[in-house]
């Protein structure tokens, strides 16, 4: 009895997955873009759902950061799609991997927008099913083990998802184009398929992180905020300028916008 009581409490999770050679190889990436996605966004109050084991929100600047999971000893417990938040308080939302491993994407999407203040901002890490990770994950399709056990959402089915709430996507990147292999050696070995992946298949990496800001009808950024999008509209996309996924969808780069206040 004792023993199926304990089972589940011993079962990796997606955390455990981030410690082996595989999952520092995404993480190693997906910190960088993040990091680069949070610290020009400004305001009060910032919160991080999931891998609470993983900070995503050091880069950042607000005075209060919380983490939020469903584990004792986060800074909030809490489900994603139920977050004890207040409507139209958040200035920020980090992501990382909850879509795909949630039982209701869309609820935690529709909570995301209701918490978030008019142009805030939503910082989404996700695994892309159109690459050579959602080919292993057909393969193993059957497989309870992390990352393969999650519904990957594609870029352009999530882009829908947010247009439907109000979001407006302003930022992005895919990375990790090497095949996910299980030894260090290996992906060392296939690094340079980063710079080759983000010239020739540019929507081909393994994963994704995007920021998109909550848009609010009849509302119209001033300020510091407009003078970010400016410098968004005139930034060279380095993946979706080449017209990628079909030219129906264009991003423009993950970059710091500090200098904007000197």
Known sequence: MSRLILEPL??????????????????????????????DVFGFNALQVGLPEIEFLS??????????G?????????????????TNSLDLLVLPHVLEFGDN??????EAERVLMPEGQIVICGFNPLSLWGLARL?????????????????MRLRDWLKLLGFELNGGQF????PPFRREAWLDHARFMESAGDRWWP????????????????MRPVGRVRRRERRAVSAVATMASREGLRGQLRLVPLSDNRSEDS
């Open 139 to 155: 393969a193993r399709r059957r497989s309870l083990e992390y990352p393969w056990r999650g519904e990957f959402v594609g870029l």
């Open 10 to 39: 011993l079962r990796p999770s997606l955390g455990d997955w981030f410690k082996t050679d595989p999952g520092r190889y995404v993480l190693e990436w997906e910190r960088a873009q993040v990091g680069r996605a949070v610290e």
């Open 203 to 218: 929507i081909a990496g393994g994963v994704y992180v995007v920021r998109a800001v909550k848009r609010v009808l009849g």
């Open 59 to 68: 880069s950042n600047r607000m005075p209060l950061r919380l983490v939020a």
């Open 105 to 110: 994407p869309h609820q935690i999407l529709r």
């Open 70 to 86: 469903d584990d004792r000893g986060v800074g909030l417990v809490a489900d994603a799609a139920r977050l004890p938040i207040a």
């Open 175 to 178: 990375g990790c184009y090497a």
